[in-house]
């Protein structure tokens, strides 16, 4: 597939040389939804209504630890090297999961992240690897030889530019820098470094999946027209910073699940039922997105 050209994305400013800094961009200067209060009661109604989703507890946990810590101690460089020792996942750990979770389900890409990190000790072993011996390895993610290529690419790139398997710096790195060197490496898009800067990074950022576009879209607080990239600049404008990790987690799950907002009508097993669904009185329109 053609690359697009990067300066073109706002999400891809040009690098090395001067760069629009990504947070001054917004595509709907006179779109004044949500508020911060739309924003509160949402969460609010959407928390006491289906609790907050058990998928994301672990990453909330970790969030409120590592925003304690930074506000309590500003940990010296002995005392941050400690804590992200006790990590048991790494950003790189993260990304690689992002990367094998494009185009599959949750489950598929989990299976595919522990073969992965089962079959292989470490990630030198991963680059030094047949190709066919990490495609095997991963293919219960699908897209096999497409993700082997760009986790051996990401890897290389690594190594080259950085001497080590890691982004730990990242943690170190204002959103815009992390978003230029995320954006670096083949196959990482925006979502997945949103994701990445919320749930790997713990930053306040606020991705737009197909479920929180669909749903922000029926509450009025994006264009009908925008797309998941304006969209995302837009919410990310206007949603308060500390409402948008449990806001996305919430809309996220109720998107996928709630027979009422869902595309398909939600998950039949394990979907979430409301007479009325919580959002109904926020919808001000249907939307078919
Ligand atoms: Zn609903």
Not at 83 to 106: A, F, I, P
Not at 115 to 129: I, Q, R, Y
Not at 204 to 233: N, Q
Request: with cysteine.
């Amino acid at each position: 597939m053609k690359k697009r050209p990067q300066t073109s994305n706002p999400f891809h400013p040009p690098s090395p040389g001067p760069r629009i800094p990504v947070r001054i961009l917004e595509p709907y200067p006179d779109f004044s939804n949500p508020t911060p209060e739309q924003c509160n009661a949402v969460r609010d109604d959407l928390l006491a209504a289906d609790g907050f989703p058990t998928q994301f507890a672990d990453h909330r946990r970790k969030r409120a630890m590592r925003k304690n810590q930074t506000r309590t101690i500003r940990s010296s460089d002995d005392e941050r090297g400690e804590c992200e020792n006790k990590r048991n996942d790494t950003v790189l750990d993260g990304v690689v999961n992002l990367l094998l979770s494009q185009n599959t389900t949750e489950t598929n890409s989990a299976r595919a992240f522990l073969s992965l990190k089962s079959t292989f000790p470490d990630w030198e072993n991963v680059l030094g690897a047949e190709n066919q011996i990490l495609e095997s390895a991963i293919r219960c993610g699908g897209l096999a030889k497409t993700k082997a290529a760009r986790i051996k690419c990401m890897l290389k790139e690594l190594m080259e530019r950085r001497g080590d398997f890691s982004l730990e710096y990242l943690h170190d790195l204002p959103i815009d820098e992390v978003k230029a060197e995320l954006s670096r490496f083949k196959g990482i898009g925006p979502k997945t470094v949103a994701c990445v800067l919320m749930f790997n990074l713990q930053q306040d950022d606020f991705p737009v999946d197909t479920h929180v576009l669909r749903i922000t879209k029926s509450m009025g607080w994006v264009p009908e027209k925008a797309d998941r990239e304006k969209a995302y600049l837009h919410l990310n404008r206007k949603i308060p910073d500390e409402l948008k990790f449990d806001l996305n987690c919430l809309l996220f799950t109720h998107g996928k699940l709630c027979q009422s907002c869902s595309k398909k009508g939600g998950d039949q097993l394990t979907g979430i039922s409301h007479a009325p669904c919580p959002l109904t009185k926020y919808r001000t329109r249907t939307t078919k997105n």
